[in-house]
């Protein structure tokens, strides 16, 4: 089935320490995109890729690094210069961004700080 | 700038009950315009999108969507709830111009269903 998985589920940090998300998609989508989600906040961009090793900062990037080696894989590393990581990571992409392209998303990974 | 306003963050309905969620848009142009339904723990679905063409848009699981210009509006409809609808909701607008710009979410309003 095509779709967009991300691991973990649930992923714990403890003080310091990087964690990395992982987002594969197998659409044959260009853009990539990952969003923060917090109560009550909504979708906040973290960072978007719009084809191959090129990626632009979104709103709140700070503390925060991506890579697009590949065309399906988008992972996102939460580093420790970010204080307050706790959050629900969604991750998303579409076939292109010149155009109204219908974003699609995957399931998820919350992150918790032990 | 431009921004997605959803001004009800909570809405409870009875189930069989009609519902209304409200989306409001500012921008300057003609936009794109989405509604995503998440469950809890889970990712976003598409419910409807509008593009251009007939501004009265019909989606998945029952819900339909207006796309009035003149209100800057694109309010989310639905007839009967049923439980299953209880969820959070997002609408969405995008893109802003001719350049590369990502889909921008409004701040999302819970439903819950009672009996």
């Known amino acids: 089935d095509g779709g967009i998985t991300q691991s973990p589920k649930y992923l714990f940090r403890k003080e310091g320490q990087n964690v990395t998300l992982s987002c594969e998609q197998n659409l044959n989508h260009d853009a990539m995109y990952w969003y923060r989600q917090d109560p009550g906040q909504g979708l906040r961009l973290i960072y978007y890729s719009q084809i191959v090793n090129d990626f632009q900062k979104g709103d709140i990037a700070e503390g925060y690094s991506v890579s697009r080696e590949k065309k399906e894989s988008f992972p996102l590393t939460v580093t420790s210069a970010q204080k307050n990581p706790t959050a629900f990571y969604l991750c998303a992409s579409s076939i292109g961004i010149r155009t109204p392209e219908t974003q699609y998303f995957g399931p998820g990974t919350r992150l918790l700080v032990l | ?115």
């Open chain 2, 1 to 115: 700038a431009q921004s997605v306003t959803q001004p009800d963050i909570h809405i409870t309905v009875s189930e069989g009950a009609s519902l209304e969620l409200r989306c409001n848009y500012s921008y300057g142009a003609t936009p794109y315009l989405f509604w995503y339904v998440q469950s809890p723990g889970q990712g976003l679905q598409l419910l409807l999108k509008y593009f251009s063409g007939d501004t009265l848009v019909q989606g998945i699981k029952g819900f339909e969507a207006e796309f009035k210009r003149s209100q800057s509006s694109f309010n989310l409809r639905k007839p009967s709830v049923h439980w299953s609808d209880a969820a959070e909701y997002f609408c969405a607008v995008g893109p802003w111009n001719s350049g590369n710009t990502p889909l921008v979410f409004g701040k999302g309003t819970r439903l819950s269903v009672i009996a």
